[in-house]
């Protein structure tokens, strides 16, 4: 019979181009799949609007394994820059820097609002929620209910359009994991006296509080880009324009068959021994056929949307931040994003700046459907509202719509995945699922990464040697530290065995 490739990736995202780079490298043949007409990265690709450049996201180049960070100047040896980490806070009309800095927090709160906030953190210390199962919950227990209502509960929400009491707290542990107040608090105190101690008790440095990292000059697309074009040299097909179809696994052979819709609405097959997939469960779950046994569990997964609406200003000297978190529930916008801050060379023209304000949404609800230039004039009013700069001064615009850019964790999300995840690997030992949508994992880009450099070790030698799904999410695995893998995995080499 007939094979197209010994592996075809599905989505070339950081999860599958590292794949097919790896996997190209090592002499297999392989085939990329990407439903985009142009441009790879996925949610890490750089979008270029006449010349300005911007991310989806923001996303920076920081990682404690050592592996991870070797392939990045593999791929693009030449083109870093390192970055000062500069966030703030905007609540109640201050602003608010991030990581805190101690008597600025103090001077902008208020004695008794701080003094209200350390007497709630010492209730949750004395008095912590037992087992805590939602997110509010959680961030409750390390900092107080106070702090939760005041940094936590109004951005959290815009970003998930869901209450505090039912997103899991599996996402908190997650996503902030090792930072506490006492950390903060220390750390705010170090960084007011003009020295870095972003650590926590083991002395280990909390990813939330790191103060630089790297970046490709023209953004995080550079990258991809390229992966993407070793990939090719290496002998690597990457198919631009295809949506996803039909898949059908043959057991008595071995092969995948695989359809996929052009953007001419022509259909191809292509035939492989492995398939990778970084498509959202939902639709990959959608295109196996005869369905499998946990369509209802992929189903039932969710996800949020993103829309980055950058604003294009004759106000050049603007803040040096590289984002500012918008805590306040008047507006909208969830965050906005200075591009110059992250590299000079992201803004074409000195005289102008480029700001890309961040609303998330679910795809069909009012946000997402809004015009263009609803969205624009949205922007322009909210990011003079909040007194950043003034809506006369924007000259230009763009909108950039994200579907799927954030696994949602729902109360059922883990249940769901954990069928589907043993009902694959039951019937498909050959289909490997990576990167966060692929394996319903809020993880960066790094993590995404190591479950496919992971996938493409066990392709290679022909067995699982690694459980990917054993790779600690993003913040366990950032402060993971070691070599990076076997501490990213929290474990030794596993010994192949059978999915029960």
């Known amino acids: 019979m007939r094979v197209d490739a010994d592996v075809l990736v599905i989505g070339a995202g950081p999860a599958g181009l590292t794949s097919s780079y790896l996997l190209s490298k090592a002499g297999r043949s392989v085939i990329v799949l990407e439903r985009d007409p142009t441009r790879v990265g996925g949610i890490s ?49 201050k602003l608010y820097s991030y990581p805190l800095k101690a008597f600025e927090a103090l001077w902008n709160l208020g004695l008794l609002q701080s003094a209200a906030c350390v007497a709630s953190y010492a209730w949750a210390r004395v008095k912590p929620v037992a087992e805590p199962k939602t997110f509010h919950q959680w961030v409750r227990n390390q900092f107080g209910e106070r702090l939760f209502g005041i940094f936590f509960k109004t951005y959290t929400e815009k970003v998930w359009g869901m209450s505090c009491d039912d997103i899991s707290a599996d996402w908190a542990a997650q996503r902030i994991k090792g930072l506490n107040l006492g950390a903060a608090v220390w750390n705010a105190l170090t960084r007011s006296f003009r020295r870095s101690a972003a650590v926590a008790k083991d002395g280990e440095v909390i990813k939330t509080l790191i103060e630089s990292f790297d970046y490709p000059r023209k953004g995080p697309g550079m990258m991809w880009e390229a992966a993407a074009a070793k990939t090719r040299a290496q002998g690597g097909r990457i198919l631009m324009g295809r949506s996803l179809g039909a898949m059908r696994f043959d057991a008595a052979t071995g092969i995948w068959t695989v359809t996929a819709t052009t953007a001419d609405g022509e259909t191809e097959t292509f035939t492989a021994r492995h398939v990778i997939s970084s498509a959202p469960i939902r639709e990959l779950a959608d295109a196996v056929q005869p369905a499998p046994l946990s369509l209802f569990s992929a189903r039932a997964l969710k996800y949020r949307d993103f829309i980055t609406v950058a604003l294009i200003t004759t106000k050049k000297d603007l803040f040096a931040d590289n984002w500012i978190y918008i805590h306040d529930p008047s507006v909208k916008v ?44 949205l922007a322009s009013d909210e990011i003079e509202r909040i007194g950043l700069v003034p809506k006369d001064t924007v000259v230009d615009a763009c909108v950039v719509r994200q579907p799927k850019a954030y696994p949602v964790y729902d109360d059922d999300y883990k249940h769901h995945v954990k069928m589907v995840r043993l009902d694959l690997e039951r019937a498909y030992p050959t289909l490997h699922l990576v990167g966060r949508n692929g394996m319903h994992k809020y993880n960066n880009q790094d993590h995404a990464m190591m479950t496919a450099m992971l996938t493409v070790e066990n392709i290679l030698a022909g067995e699982r040697l690694w459980d990917t799904w054993n790779v600690n999410e993003d913040a366990e695995y950032h402060e993971a530290g070691g070599s990076g893998v076997a501490a990213a995995l929290g474990s030794e080499r596993l010994v192949p065995r059978r999915i029960a």
């Open 45 to 93: 690709r750089t979008v270029d609007y006449k010349g300005f450049l911007f991310d989806i996201g923001g996303h920076r180049f920081f990682s404690k394994s050592k592996e991870v960070v070797a392939l990045w100047r593999e791929l693009l040896p030449d083109d870093f820059l390192e970055r000062p980490r500069t966030s703030r806070i905007f609540y109640r009309n």
């Open 334 to 377: 969830g965050r906005v994003q200075n591009f110059r801050s992250w590299s000079p060379e992201m803004v074409p023209d000195p005289n102008l700046a480029c700001l890309g304000l961040e609303y998330f949404c679910f795809e069909g609800d009012d946000m997402w459907t809004k015009s263009d230039a609803d969205l624009i004039a």
